[in-house]
């Protein structure tokens, strides 16, 4: 340091910090976006996994096995609308069906946000 001169930062250093915290806080940001849309999507994705069980839950429960096909329709959990494709199908043991069931959110009913399968039995005749 030269006698007579203030002490302190150069302009070029000030501009050079200022970079880096805007760079830190960018990334940091995206960050925190990525992690509030992960969240979102995990939320939609778990609110299908429910539909989709309630619909085995529904074939399980009913007096008759379900009849071998496809249909699909519509379900409302959490406050979100979604849509159910369910595909019914044979097993070498007649007593049993398996029933395939795909969710996805109405607004994008070609994004399956979950899959499940399961096997229902015919109920046991008193």
Partial sequence: M???RASGFTLVEILVALAV?????AAGMRALAQSAD???TLKARTL???VAQNRIANAEFARDLPPAGRRSGD???GGTAFVWRESVGAT???AF???DVEVAEAAAPDYVLARL???VARAPRP
Wanted: hydrophobic content about 40%; aromatic content about 8%.
């Fill in 2 to 4: 030269r006698p007579g």
């Fill in 21 to 25: 915290v805007a760079v830190a806080l």
């Fill in 38 to 40: 992960g969240a979102g």
């Fill in 48 to 50: 299908a996994m429910w």
């Fill in 75 to 77: 379900a409302s959990q």
């Fill in 92 to 94: 070498p043991n007649p």
């Fill in 97 to 99: 069906r398996r029933v």
């Fill in 117 to 119: 399968t399961g096997y």
